[in-house]
């Protein structure tokens, strides 16, 4: 289908052939099963629903526009940045 440098060509043999050395290290194995789980903890996704303003869609379409991202996307990244700490609120009192 594609033309394969030499490397590459090994590459692929070697993959189809499974000559690959699996790693019986147990802290390895340990440290492997951590780190998918922690990826799968990472990147799980929960749908909510929230009821915002017409207006503040508007200006977070606006925003995300300028950025060329999606504005789902901003508005995650946000409650994202809040989430760990990166960004905070600050509520006034005489607000």
């Given at each position: ?30 440290q492997?099963?951590k ?6 903890n ?6 909510v ?13 606006e925003?995300?526009i300028?950025?060329w991202?999606?504005?789902?996307n901003?508005?995650t990244?946000?409650?994202?940045q809040f ?6 609120i600050?509520?006034?009192q005489?607000e």
């Amino acid at each position: 289908m594609f033309d394969l440098t030499p490397e590459e060509q090994e590459f692929e043999d070697a993959l189809t052939k499974e000559s690959f050395a699996k790693i019986n290290d147990p802290y390895y194995v340990e440290q492997k099963k951590k780190a998918i789980q922690y990826a799968k903890n990472t990147l799980k996704r929960k749908q909510v629903t929230i009821r915002p303003f017409a207006s503040d869609i508007e200006a977070i379409k606006e925003e995300s526009i300028k950025l060329w991202i999606p504005y789902q996307n901003l508005i995650t990244w946000l409650i994202h940045q809040f989430a760990t700490g990166r960004i905070s609120i600050k509520f006034s009192q005489n607000e």
